[in-house]
Every structure is written in structure tokens, then in C-alpha cells.
């Protein structure tokens, strides 16, 4: 069974750090562009990171430049988010997602997604 899985979400007070991980399986995302992306209740699903095959171009929402940094690690078929200096305004859910079909595209045309990861900022 194809499956993006992340994992490493929870509940941390404004100015901690979270680490996101999201692995594949079933598949070899060592081939894809990805991207992770936060949705709000009652909002639509935006690209927080992406990155691509080779990790050497990524992007970023502006509301997390300087925050967080997007990372792979190919040979273990999995991609990072390391959020620092969380604010309540990063709650959501947050989703890896790969894009079948492009290495370089970032971002781009994601069609294979995870599940999610409640990630939640509050005191």
C-alpha cells in the first residue's frame, strides 16, 4: 500500500521547536519534489515548504522564512520540517505531500498526500 506517513506533531508553547517527519511507503520518494503544507479549520491548504529531489532549491510561505527549514534524506525515503520560534498562529494540520510528477518543480502540482499531523501553539 502507497503511503505518506508524518509523524512528530503535539502541543508546544509560542517560541518552542518541533521537528516533522514524514516517511513514504510503498514507494520511493527519492524521486518526487515535496512540499509540506498547514491547513486551518475552515481554510484552504497552503504550501508551508517545499523542496526538491536534489534538496538544492527550496521555498518557503513568508510567514515562516527564518522559522522553519525543509530537509531530506533520500536514502532513508523521508523529508523534514524543523520548525523554531512557533507562533499560534502555526496551528493546524500539517501534510507532506510529493509531487509525482516532477524532481524540480517547487513549488508544484502535488498529488499524493498524507494523512496529517496536528501541530498546536498555545500557553
Known amino acids: 500500500q502507497l503511503q505518506l506517513v508524518e509523524s512528530g506533531g503535539g502541543l508546544v508553547q509560542p517560541g518552542g521547536s518541533l521537528t516533522l517527519s514524514c516517511s513514504s511507503y510503498?514507494?520511493?520518494?527519492?524521486?518526487?519534489?515535496m512540499g509540506w503544507f498547514r491547513q486551518d479549520p475552515g481554510k484552504e491548504r497552503e504550501v508551508v515548504a517545499c523542496?526538491?529531489?536534489?534538496?538544492?532549491?527550496?521555498h518557503y510561505a513568508n510567514s515562516v522564512k527564518g522559522r522553519f527549514t525543509i530537509s531530506r534524506i533520500n536514502d532513508k525515503n523521508s523529508i523534514y520540517l524543523q520548525m523554531n520560534n512557533l507562533k499560534p498562529e502555526d496551528t493546524g494540520v500539517y501534510y507532506c505531500?510529493?509531487?509525482?510528477?516532477?524532481?524540480?518543480?517547487?513549488?508544484?502540482?502535488?498529488?499524493?498526500w498524507g494523512q496529517g499531523t496536528q501541530v498546536t501553539v498555545s500557553s
Open positions: 523542496i526538491t529531489v536534489s534538496g538544492g532549491r527550496t
Open positions: 505531500a510529493a509531487d509525482r510528477r516532477s524532481a524540480t518543480d517547487c513549488p508544484g502540482e502535488y498529488d499524493f
Open positions: 510503498g514507494f520511493t520518494l527519492a524521486y518526487y519534489a
